[in-house]
């Protein structure tokens, strides 16, 4: 399938830094709760992420990630996830989490 270019700027790709993370033992696959930041124009938000191969809560506080910012909020159990955060799978097929190679500022939108 082909994209067309103009498809492709709907979807809105930011910087975000965790703020805390929780485990989330009541999701059907293992995962993690990550509460972010996306600087004053977006604020706040929260997405589930099933990274637990590779982080845990303790090291992932002040980590800035890439997100997905306007998808529809998923409800996964009692949880609402407002952001996708973006990874790619390592070579057993679990996931690493993308992130800015230098430090930019929170919200910047990927382009």
Request: no cysteine; net charge neutral.
């Amino acid at each position: 399938m082909t994209l067309e270019f103009e498809d492709f700027l709907k979807v809105d790709i930011r910087v975000g830094q965790i703020l805390r993370a929780e485990p989330f033992p009541e999701a059907r696959k293992p995962a993690i709760k990550l509460y972010l930041d996306f600087g004053p124009k977006i604020g706040e938000r929260k997405s589930s992420a099933q990274i637990v191969q590779h982080y845990d809560v303790e090291t992932l506080p002040g980590r800035k990630v890439l997100a997905v910012v306007n998808l529809a909020p998923r409800q996964i159990g009692k949880f609402r996830s407002e952001v996708l955060v973006l990874g790619v799978p390592d070579a057993d097929g679990e996931v690493v989490l993308l992130k800015p190679d230098k430090d930019v500022p929170l919200g910047v939108q990927m382009f």
